[in-house]
């Protein structure tokens, strides 16, 4: 695994040298509250920055959409932020912005649940990802993430970044030979997984500051 500088008052322990070590580790009461914590790979990622209003309002916003949506036509269950996704054929075990597991998903144990004492993770293959983009976050989000979701057997890779004048919202979808983009029209974009076409928007509330509405039909 390869090594990264980190404050002194977050402890690694030498032990975590692979994905099921650095499970281990994440399951246990050691492991710190603060900060993300991933393994890609093979590479330990660690991510102490705090979020920008935009990263959140646009994270909240289509978590907000997206759980009602699945609650109210029992598709499955809608995971929001801080719940952990491993895959071990992926060497992937991280926290998305939020994810997504249908009931098919669960019932053929494509996805399975694992409790731990300090979290819940989720072991397998979910049904879709959504990530937002942070300053720290690009090359992760945009590059490795993308390879390894694909090589997880993600279905759809919802990608955000609201960084910017221009806000990018991409629903990638699952294909032999990696992610392909959804084709925008009119701004709206077909998801398969929920059967519904989403268009994500940003304006501002009375103080200036960023607010997101995604759409739905």
Known sequence: MSTIAVPEDIRIPTWVVDLESFRRWARSDEFPERGRFSHLAGGLWV??????LGHNEAKAEISAVLRTLVKAQ????????????????????????????????????RTRYEHGAASLEVEGTVDMVLEVVSPSSVQKDTVVLREL???????????????????????????PKGYVATSHRGGWLKSAVFDKSFRLTRGEDDQGDPEFTLEVR
Not at 80 to 87: A, I
Not at 149 to 175: M, N, S
């Open 47 to 52: 991510d102490l920055s705090m979020e920008t």
């Open 149 to 175: 979701y694909w090589k997880a057997g993600v279905r759809e890779y919802w990608l955000v970044d609201p960084r910017g004048l221009e806000l990018h919202f991409d629903i990638l979808r699952h294909t």
């Open 74 to 109: 029992k598709l499955g269950r809608f995971f929001v932020d801080r719940m952990r996704l491993t895959n071990a054929e992926a060497e992937l075990s991280t926290e998305p912005d939020a994810m997504f597991a249908s009931r098919v998903a669960r019932i053929t144990e």
